[in-house]
């Protein structure tokens, strides 16, 4: 990474560059770094949120798939690329990957942080919808649910995760919610 250029332009430079041949994913890559930037005063690291926001999806990118679970191809491809740990295993992990990587019979080797930044990602990313608009996270379920249609791992892997999923949303919302009444 050239240490020169700030961490979120570095992401969203690199995102759009991996991105921009998948119209939707980049939308909703945009939607959700727009997302993340709201939650800025919630965590502990802002612009390592946003960053994950804008390279979380980043393993979509055709020509960075190595295992089919996007989550885990991001997070390889961006520690190679020498970026920070903490941030590979935010992509590694983002949205409860694990379960979709259990399913493939994968395992991320990167640990889960649990902490309010993380369910801040998982929450911009929940919230947002394929085309970058926002929404609220059980009819994001409901649209993944939809899009792949049943059977297919991600749904099956999204249903499998929706409580986690409601659950960090909440905590970021409550979050939110208390900065609001400041
Ligand atoms: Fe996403």
Redesign the pocket.
Do not use: F, K
């Given at each position: 990474m050239n240490m020169t250029v700030d961490l979120c332009s570095w992401a969203a430079n690199l995102a759009r560059v991996q991105l921009e041949g998948l119209p939707r994913?980049w939308q909703?890559?945009q939607g959700?770094a727009r997302q993340a930037e709201r939650a800025r005063a919630v965590v502990d690291d802002p612009d390592l949120l946003v960053a994950a926001a804008w390279l979380?999806?980043v393993g979509y990118a055709p020509r960075l798939v190595r295992t089919g679970v996007h989550a885990l191809d991001g997070a390889v491809f961006l520690s190679e690329l020498g970026a920070a740990q903490r941030l590979c295993g935010l992509v590694a992990n983002?949205?409860c990957a694990c379960v979709e990587a259990r399913n493939h019979g994968l395992e991320i080797e990167w640990s889960d942080e649990r902490t309010p930044l993380r369910d801040a990602l998982w929450w911009a990313?929940m919230t947002?919808t394929p085309s970058g608009g926002i929404t609220d996270v059980s009819l994001r379920i409901d649209e993944v649910l939809d899009r792949y249609g049943p059977g297919h791992v991600v749904a099956r892997s999204v249903a499998e995760a929706s409580e986690g999923l409601i659950a960090a949303a909440s905590r970021t919302e409550r979050l939110l919610s208390g900065l609001a009444q400041v």
């Open positions: 994913r909703h890559t959700v979380h999806d983002h949205s990313d947002t």
